[in-house]
């Protein structure tokens, strides 16, 4: 009597851990790619983000293959952050670990190596959020909940050729609760940032804003952003 045994000897796919780890590469290239494009490197960074997040195209393909697209992906970030670190391209070094990191993690294979690398990958993914995220905060998210204390005053063009309009409007201004006055000049205008301090009532704010108003070439006074003016 002869039985004839039928095995599938179609190959794993990736384990969820190499998976995983893959998903927080491309994460953390997304969120730093995004850092990148507001400083106007889009042109660098988005090509290294398209290579982080290349290896999620073979999240259902054979461990081996899976294992092979995030080594070469993982090494190739981690060579061209070197050669362009002075544009700060070392920023993508944490995906690039995690995608090297995601080659061996297969439980299935290496059991002992996976929980370890799955714990180094672990630190890696939680220290680069919380990067991301005081950068986040410290940057916009607070300043954009921060309660302005500055009048922006847009001011006639040559304003400033007048070296006693500056040191007229500061010792004016300070009077009725100015803290600093300074003043600049670019392509999109010229300015006098009145500061004053937190503690002025609103009456008192009210006070400076029509002082400042009254000077002489001042067009339009209002609160600026705490992103904007500090």
């Known amino acids: 009597m002869t039985t004839d045994l039928c095995q599938d000897t179609t190959p794993a796919s990736a384990h969820w851990l190499q998976r995983s780890l893959a998903v927080s590469g491309a994460l953390i290239a997304v969120l730093v ?18 290579g982080a ?48 990191f995601a080659a061996p993690a297969d439980p299935r294979r290496r059991p002992v190596a996976a929980r370890v690398i799955g714990g180094l990958a672990a630190a890696v993914t939680t220290a680069s959020l919380a990067g ?47 803290t600093r006055v300074t003043g600049a000049q670019s392509d999109k205008g010229s300015y006098l940032d009145v500061r004053f301090a937190d503690r002025l009532s609103a009456p008192e704010r009210e006070t400076l804003r029509s002082e400042i108003a009254r000077m002489p070439g001042i067009n339009r006074v209002a609160l600026c952003p705490v992103s904007d003016c500090g």
């Open 33 to 50: 790619t995004v850092w990148g494009v507001g400083l106007g490197l889009a042109g660098l960074y988005v090509p290294l983000c398209l």
């Open 53 to 100: 997040v290349a290896p999620l195209l073979f999240l259902r393909a054979p461990a081996k293959r899976f294992g092979a697209v995030c080594t070469a992906a993982g090494f190739g970030l981690l060579g061209l952050g070197l050669l362009t670190f002075l544009a700060g391209t070392v920023v993508f070094w944490p995906s690039a670990l995690l995608l090297l």
């Open 132 to 178: 991301c995220g005081a950068y986040a905060w410290h940057f916009h998210i607070a300043p954009a909940l921060a309660e302005p204390h500055t009048y922006r005053a847009e001011v006639d063009p040559g304003w400033f050729q007048d070296r006693r309009g500056l040191g007229d409007a500061d010792e004016r201004l300070k009077r009725v609760g100015a």
